[in-house]
């Protein structure tokens, strides 16, 4: 039988997963309806998006529902020494580091690509993944370097 930490640390870890691959998806969907908004795999997409949100939810639900009978209170001593283990603390700055990094290699490269691709709206797409680059990123390198 696993011991409440370690159920924790599962769910913290199922829960960075699940923001990762809610921001690839939408990562995924900025890019395709901002740079190829008449596509036909996009216009498809775009019909299903609406469903977003409920899969979402769905998937939070499912994530907490795995935890069983412990119950989740950030406050509790267990969840804080999670939160403030050194390793993950370790692990959150080096993500930091590399997020800053992507964002500031990815800015230039954005730019000059940009200007070079023709696409519907580039400043819209810039913005975009000027959000989307450093947030997956930082998630990527916390789950990469976290134990």
């Known amino acids: 039988m696993k011991s409440n930490t370690e159920l924790l640390i599962r769910f913290s870890r199922r829960g960075q997963w699940l923001v990762l691959a809610i921001f690839l998806f939408m990562g995924i969907m900025v890019i395709g309806l ?3 908004p008449n596509s036909s795999w996009f216009t498809g997409l775009r019909a299903l998006f609406p469903m977003y949100p409920i899969a979402v939810a769905v998937a939070v639900a499912l994530q907490r529902r795995g935890m069983g009978h412990v119950r989740i209170d950030p406050s509790s ?3 804080q020494a999670i939160l403030s283990d050194e390793l ?5 700055n080096l993500g930091l580091r590399n997020a800053v990094v992507a964002i500031v290699i990815v800015q230039p490269v954005l730019g000059a690509a940009l200007t070079l691709w023709p696409i519907a709206q580039p400043v ?4 975009s993944l000027s959000v989307v680059i450093p947030s997956v990123t930082l998630l990527a ?3 990469y370097y976290d134990r």
Request: no cysteine.
């Open 141 to 143: 390198s916390m789950l």
């Open 34 to 36: 901002t740079a190829y």
């Open 88 to 92: 993950r603390q370790a692990s959150v």
């Open 77 to 79: 001593a267990a969840m």
């Open 124 to 127: 819209a797409l810039m913005a």
